[in-house]
């Protein structure tokens, strides 16, 4: 008999099969980041899309109506006769407890964004609610409930801050988190001031310490306004129209359909889905940082923050619009007074363009 031959193969030993591993470790160390930064690039992207969208659709506002949609309108309708009128600085704060918050302007645009049948649905001489879980809910806030892919930023992820601490905000409903509007208008632009104060800029209303809640009439869409272009005597370039925010989902109860909240509601008056040009972009995350351990009555911090600051989830800045429908990243080392003043559409002030 011929002896059987045998083919002996040499395997990996385990040394080689860990070196292998280490390498393979390392590589996919080197590759994640560059996923990572990559998938963000393409979610900047498609937020700068969304921002465009949203300055064509008010562009298309603007040519129909001839002006701008007020950022928010106060109050509803003919609100059963009863009217209300601006303080000396041009502000709109709710004395009276017959008053009940409009529209904003995310609703009032519906029609320019593909949403037609949802706005003329809607009974605009009722109330919008200000509130998501407040008491009954008007038709209008039944009808809005639904996700509205444009005001949405795909970088944006719940939960929104890590460094909001989970007690420091109350009343939060992850049910609501689907109507959160990261897009917020752009009411003008000043200084931050606490307490109750009103300049040429418009008005702030005692909220916490560390924070008051901003109302400016400098701007573009702010409470009540009818401005349109031809009031950009700054340069419809050098005025902001419209931009992201990343601070509505600190307080899982309002959406992008929600109205300012008025007397009638009860306690203070933030407003709604518009915001000034106060702090720095992305500032917010410093006030609130700074703000957190000086004071206990720190759970209405985000009503402050909703209304002095732009910001996003994106690293080093946000977008914005500007008056010409324009898109920019806006940098939040900009230098804080020329940002100040882009927020205003006719201080006169010289701007000389983004940098």
């Known amino acids: 008999m011929r002896a059987q031959q045998f083919s002996l193969r040499r395997g990996f030993t385990l040394v080689e099969l860990l070196a292998v591993i280490a390498i393979i470790g390392v590589l996919v160390a080197l590759l994640l980041p560059a996923v990572q930064a990559a998938r963000e690039a ?73 949403q037609k049948p949802l706005h003329d649905s809607l009974n605009f001489n009722i109330e919008f609610n200000s509130y998501l879980n407040i008491g009954t809910q008007t038709v209008n806030t039944q009808r809005c ?53 009103n300049n040429n800029d418009g008005c702030y209303q005692p909220n916490v310490p560390g924070g008051s809640i901003a109302q400016f009439t400098n701007g573009l869409m702010g409470v009540n306004t009818r401005n349109g272009l031809k009031h950009c005597s700054d340069g419809t370039s050098n005025v902001v129209m419209v931009g992201e925010s990343a601070y509505q989902g600190m307080e899982l109860l309002r959406g992008w359909f929600n109205g300012m909240r ?76 020329l940002y100040q003043r882009l927020g205003a559409m006719d201080d006169g002030q010289p701007t000389g363009g983004l940098p």
């Open 145 to 197: 409930e639904v996700p509205i892919a444009a005001f949405r930023c795909p970088s944006y992820a719940l939960p929104p801050h890590r460094w909001v601490l989970p007690t420091a905000v109350a009343g939060t409903e992850p049910r609501y988190a689907k109507f959160v509007n990261n897009y917020y208008a752009c009411m003008g632009g000043g200084a931050i001031l606490t307490g109750t104060a």
């Open 262 to 337: 008025t007397n009638a509601n009860g306690g203070n008056q933030p407003l709604s889905n518009i915001a000034g040009t106060a702090g720095v972009p992305n500032g917010g995350q410093r006030h609130y940082v700074n703000f957190q351990g000086t004071t206990t009555s720190n759970l209405n911090i985000h009503n402050a923050l909703n209304t002095l600051y732009f910001g996003s989830n994106h690293v080093g800045g946000c977008q914005i619009a500007m008056a010409d429908a324009s898109v920019q990243f806006l940098n939040e080392n900009i230098n804080l007074a």
């Open 42 to 114: 393409s979610r900047r992207i498609k937020c700068s899309n969304n921002v465009k969208q949203i300055a064509l659709a008010l562009h298309n506002y603007h040519d129909t109506m001839g002006v701008f949609p007020p950022g928010n309108l106060y109050p509803a309708g003919a609100n059963g006769g009863v009217t209300v009128t601006a303080n000396a600085s041009g502000c709109y704060w709710s004395t009276s407890a017959s008053t009940l918050p409009g529209a904003p302007w995310t609703v009032l645009i519906l029609p320019y964004i593909e």
